[in-house]
């Protein structure tokens, strides 16, 4: 019993040494470990594991026992001194054992998790160029293609401020013609209304004409 309890602890801590230096051997305990883990694999562990802890509890219940009649009595004859010795012995060899497993178990856990993650940043870092590349290149189309709408966009302001132009340039030559027009009609207006001033003072002069030879012959 004793010792196979030690062998256990022993091969445990080979075990723990093992997966603490990265050595050749460490990729077969890794894998050991992860077929281990596998199927039936945890569930047989956690039967062995609950074994010695029952085990365990066992003889710390006995040990309890034994001290408890020692303080009865008084005293203690060697056979009771004997098998203290030995479920002591017992529970320290087995509390061992499993913390050593599950010093184990954490190890392997770290080991593997420490793997996903250099793995996973190894193909970030793999594909970060490639990212940047093709996200450097979307943008240059995307600036590309916003550079083309502006230029259309600039030749078509461009074309509607010409047109716009020779509009106002019509309208300002309409304006004078116009004006001209309108300096025109004033000018008529003027000479028509000097002629009829003097058609109107010709009239007069005619009305007054006989009028006055009239008043000659009388007298």
């Not at 050749?24 to 956690?46: A, E, F, H, N, S």
């Not at 009829?196 to 007054?208: A, D, F, G, I, P």
């Amino acid at each position: 019993m004793f010792q196979l309890l030690f062998m256990v602890i022993f091969s445990e801590m080979a075990v723990i040494m093992v997966l603490s230096f990265k050595t050749p051997l460490r990729k077969l305990t890794l894998m050991v470990l992860d077929r281990v883990k596998r199927g039936r694999g945890p569930l047989m562990v956690k039967t062995v594991a609950a074994t010695i802890a029952v085990v365990m509890i066992s003889s710390v219940y006995s040990m309890m026992t034994i001290q408890k009649r020692w303080i009865d009595d008084g005293s203690a004859n060697p056979t009771e001194q004997i098998l203290m010795v030995k479920h002591l012995l017992e529970a320290t060899l087995m509390g061992g054992v499993l913390f050593l497993a599950l010093m184990i178990d954490r190890l392997h856990h770290y080991i593997r998790e420490l793997r996903i993650r250099r793995k996973s940043m190894e193909a970030i870092k793999k594909q970060g160029p490639e990212d940047g590349k093709s996200s450097g290149s979307d943008k240059v189309k995307a600036l590309e293609g916003e550079v083309t709408t502006l230029q259309a966009k600039l030749k078509q302001l461009e074309s509607d401020l010409e047109t716009k132009t020779k509009e106002m340039d019509a309208a300002e030559a309409n304006a004078v013609a116009l004006r001209k027009q309108s300096e025109g009609f004033l000018l008529e207006y003027d000479r028509l209304l000097e002629e009829n001033q003097n058609l109107r003072n010709q009239l007069e002069s005619l009305e007054q004409s006989p009028s006055r030879s009239g008043n000659k012959k009388n007298t």
